[in-house]
Nanobody, 116 residues
Framework: QVQLVQSGGGLVQAGGSLRLSCAAS????????MAWFRQRPGAERVFVAE????????FYADSVKGRFTIFSGTAKNTLYLQMNNLKPEDAAVYYC?????????WGQGTQVTVSS
């Protein structure tokens, strides 16, 4: 069973930067959609950014537009989220998400904490 393994995250001061990574643990093909979501305590998981394949297109939530950048690796089985100018309201658990064939895959989540 292929899993998505996340890394990155941690504690940063407001205005700082972090990069999140997400990689498939095994062979994966026909990934049509890759995205990042985040979830604050007591809240629903919400969309942050996505990248679609063929053609490659990206889309961002208004709250992160201009500060976050989503991009995939050359092998198309890795996904990154570059987060700049972080704000306290960006603090959450971040999850990567792939749609591959008929499967929805999720990473294990990684905590991002932003101190003011």
């Amino acid at each position: 069973q292929v899993q998505l393994v996340q890394s990155g995250g941690g504690l940063v001061q407001a205005g700082g930067s972090l990069r999140l990574s997400c990689a498939a643990s095994g062979p994966i093909s026909h990934v049509s959609y890759m995205a990042w979501f985040r979830q604050r305590p007591g809240a629903e998981r919400v969309f942050v950014a996505e990248v679609k394949q063929n053609p490659d297109m990206t889309f961002y939530a208004d709250s992160v537009k201009g500060r976050f950048t989503i991009f995939s690796g050359t092998a198309k089985n890795t996904l990154y989220l570059q987060m700049n100018n972080l704000k306290p309201e960006d603090a959450a658990v971040y999850y990567c998400h792939f749609q591959e064939g008929g499967r929805n895959l999720w990473g294990q989540g990684t905590q991002v904490t932003v101190s003011s």
